[in-house]
């Protein structure tokens, strides 16, 4: 079997429907491991770098990718306030305050 992506490792909060990252394949398990799951006889995937190259990029910049590609690399393009310790978040209030 192959597939046209990278393998998904990562939930994705920019509009793609996702299970939460525990509970992908590829999060989980090596290609091997996924093939014995999946019973077939070989797997593979297309690479990330393989992704960029059928989007006409020579390569990824990995310190500001070209594309969103947190779903297979996990690498988001923004904090994730919702996923994070909440101790460290500010949040600014939307009550207005009297000036006196």
């Known amino acids: 079997m192959r597939i046209a992506s990278p393998p998904t490792m990562s939930s994705c909060f920019y509009g793609v429907d996702t299970p939460e990252t525990q509970k992908l394949l590829a999060h989980r ?4 491991e996924m093939r014995e799951f999946i019973r077939v006889d070989s797997l593979g995937f297309l ?9 006409g990029e020579t390569a990824r910049n990995n310190e500001t990718p070209q594309f969103c590609d ?13 996923l994070d310790d909440r101790d460290n978040v500010r949040t600014l209030s939307l009550l207005a305050e009297a000036k006196g």
Do not use: H, K, V
């Open 29 to 32: 398990m090596n290609i091997e």
């Open 47 to 55: 690479s990330l770098d393989g992704l960029y190259r059928a989007a």
């Open 70 to 82: 947190a779903c297979f690399s996990g690498q988001y393009p923004t904090r994730l306030t919702d």
